[in-house]
């Protein structure tokens, strides 16, 4: 089993994260936790396995990837370094092309 690597959030994702959680808490009183949830198992997830997100394109950062919250149809980015793993964005599915990393 390959070691679990540390996450950090970039104040970007902080501020992405914090604003569809709001508006899904508003929103989707049936399923008010479910963002919520599919970003703590997405988290989860990469932190075990960093190489399982899709490589993003389009973008300037190298390395980025994306893994998809199918639930909810957001994309979470991030890029994996040695020691740790960097959430840089959460973008939803129907906003077209990517948050331009």
């Known amino acids: 089993m390959s070691p679990v690597l540390p996450i950090f959030f970039t104040p970007r994702a902080d501020r992405e994260i914090s604003t569809a959680n709001r508006w899904w808490r508003e929103n989707r009183t049936a399923a008010p936790d479910l963002l919520k949830l599919e970003l703590r198992r997405a988290l989860d997830l990469i932190a075990s396995h960093p190489q399982i997100g899709a490589?993003?394109?389009n973008t300037k950062l190298r390395g980025v990837r994306r893994i998809l919250l199918s639930r909810c149809r957001y994309h979470l980015y991030y890029r994996v370094t040695p020691d740790e793993i960097q959430v840089l964005a959460l973008?939803?599915?129907?906003r077209g092309k990517g948050p331009g990393l």
Request: hydrophobic share 45%; charged share 15%.
């Open 91 to 94: 973008w939803h599915a129907s």
């Open 55 to 57: 490589p993003a394109r």
